[in-house]
């Protein structure tokens, strides 16, 4: 950050140049926050955008290679792969060039839309404001009473002048005693530090006693026979996931929970009923769990993969209006708050007279949509071996690219990043480009999923990284920063992970393997938005999808979705159709944990609630409960990577484990550690002044 103390109005102004912390995601809980027993690698980071917003490149470059790239290997095959025909490890310069073209695809899409979307009263943009609050609290020096201070704000145009002299000054406030800290009392800087640090040395220590040590399990469960069906619940003891269900609150972990109840309790049950036994060369056990197991993998998960398929393209067509609207806008007027058109050749190469409006110019765009297609086509060459074939992809690439780019973007500012539904619409693309590819090259072509899954790949980081970016913006906009140094920064934000984050990518898959646990890799990372997009586009070219399940899937989602239109028009309850999708589709032991961490701070609230806790002051005590979130996300994260080291080094999964048969719990009591600290942080004051009235 730069501060700029001799600004026009003497005030000390703001310029945000560059906010980047590892992040990474979708949705309330993304589909790859389920990584089972073992490593929660990719909504870890993701959601720590809450606390603090990233620049979205190494979301974006991490999305392409967790979600889209490995998959499971089995099911994507590369003719240049070795003789059996499958991926074996990452393409170095292939993955890292694809994460680069989709990231910097994304930050294209962004800049013509920031001007119209940033003024745009509908799109609430709430990471954004929230990293500009963490921003303005954290580094806001402690003043003296009566002293006064800026006091950020979104920007405020009053007059249709072009001139930044025309640009009224920021509002001041004077601070009050019930502003400044006590003498000896922490600030809000040294709270945020000290929890963020808490719950990083809490995540750090769970993840290394139960993955290192092996001390308990990931995971704890209870499944039963009822008659002639299975009952199931399972529950993950990672403090990531009870930070993510913190975080993204007891709406969204009710919805997952619910679709996960749905799934195993009356799916699973109707699977059994109607659907073959297992065969006996599947060596599924007798056992109620590994019975349940089985129809949920091969049959009812399907549930879900219809609903995220249909939720996600009825969220986009939802949109469209929309987005058609700002992207005609943002090239007719410059500017969604000015009555004065600004010719769109002139926007081509020059920046705006006013520093808080000053876009990148819009040739770039368009010379980065003429150049970038030149190297996808060698690399698509490359891995698909025909020059047809990979010209295709590069044009679906593009044209997907740029409207599900602007896609994203309006998403994002609607439900927020963490909500944003681009599994769904990187789904609706591998669908899409499935169908194409198979009109071309006829069912049974081993190069028709790979082809589908690259283009998928690009689309998922061109998707995410736009709406990861008009949060960047948004949050820009408040803290009154120069819109063309944050797009450049974004630039520089995908161009850095790209060329690194196939290294860790490749650790972790010697380490941890992908896809079903095997003798190999019994600890296998089951990345399940990965696996999902590569059965569905190998489904379609091989025919080996349930269709039955999918479609009861998607008819589910278009009922819910026409209740949550209805719900939004008359203001009942809503029920997002893309939330409950996922829940379907998630193993309930993911959801469980996200569930139960929501609502220990929906308790927290409801304490404050009820304490009759001025809303300046919850917000404050709930942001130190997000920051002790955030931490054990960050913490766990860091401690799964550098676990990889030894393991790849050793060959051993279980080279520092210290017993033979884990203990469950020690993972009951870091349930126990996590809910007891996301309740009591919140209300740390209000219980200690009820007790000692008590006293």
Known sequence: NRHNASSRHGTCRCELLSWSVHGDGDFGVDPELNLGNDYFVYSKYRTVQYACNDSGGERSANRSKQWVMPGRWTDLHDTRAGANGFWDDILYLQTAGIALVGGLLGVACSIPLRAPMMEDASLRFPEGVVTAQVLTTTMTEEKAVGETTVEPAAPHYEKESFGADDCLPPPTVTLTEAAVPARGALTSRQRALLYLSAGSLVGALAKLCSDGFRLWSGTGDVAFFAGSVVLYLGLNFSPALFGVGSIVGAEVGILLFGGSLVNWWLCVPLAMTFEPPPDDSMSVGSDPKS??????????????????????????????????????????????????????????????????????????????????????????????????????????????????????????????????????????????????????????????????????????????????NMQDLKCGAIVRSTPYKLQMMQSLGVVIPAFTLPLVMQ????????????????????????????????????????????????????????????????????????????????????????????????????????????????????????????????????????????IVISGNVNVLALVGEPWNWGGLFVVASMMASLFFIPTRGLITARAAAFL
Not at 337 to 361: G, K
Not at 429 to 447: A, C, E
Request: charged share 10%; hydrophobic share 50%; aromatic share 10%.
């Open 507 to 646: 650790l972790i898959i010697q380490a941890y393997g992908i896809g079903p646990p095997s003798e190999e890799y019994p600890y296998s990372l089951p990345a399940p938005q990965a696996t999902l997009m590569a059965e569905v586009a190998y489904g379609i070219f091989f025919g080996s999808l349930p269709y039955v399940w999918i479609g009861a899937g998607g008819g589910m989602a278009l009922v819910v979705f026409v209740y949550d239109m209805v719900a939004q028009r008359r203001g009942w309850l809503r029920i997002p159709v893309l939330a409950l999708a996922l829940g379907l589709y998630l193993q309930i032991e993911t959801n469980t944990a996200v569930f139960l961490g929501g609502m220990a701070t929906f308790a927290a609230v409801s304490a404050l609630r009820y304490a009759s806790v001025g809303e300046e002051e919850r917000v404050s005590k709930l942001q130190d409960a997000t920051m002790f979130a955030a931490g054990a996300i960050s913490g766990e994260a860091l401690v799964g990577i550098s676990l990889a080291v030894p």
């Open 291 to 468: 019975q349940g197991v089985y129809y949920w993998a091969y049959y009812t998960r399907y549930v879900g993969v219809g609903a995220m398929l249909v939720g996600g393209i009825l969220s986009v067509l939802a949109l469209s209006q929309k987005l058609v609207q700002g992207i005609a806008q943002s090239v007719t007027s410059g500017d969604g708050n000015e009555r004065e058109a600004v010719p769109w050749y002139s926007r081509l190469h020059r920046l705006h007279p006013d520093r808080e409006r000053q876009d990148a110019p819009l040739l770039s765009v368009i010379a980065f949509a003429l150049v970038v297609p030149i190297p996808l086509l060698f690399m698509f060459e490359y891995l698909l071996d025909s020059l047809g074939l990979a010209a295709t992809a590069v044009v679906l690439s593009m044209l997907f690219g740029l409207v599900f780019g602007a896609t994203g973007a309006f998403m994002a500012g609607l439900v927020g990043s963490s909500n944003n539904p681009v599994s769904g619409v990187t789904l609706a693309t591998v669908l899409s480009t499935s169908l194409v590819f198979l009109l071309i090259l006829g069912r049974d072509s081993p190069k028709g999923p790979v082809s589908a899954i690259l283009v998928g790949s690009v689309i998922a980081c061109a998707a995410s990284l736009a709406g990861d």
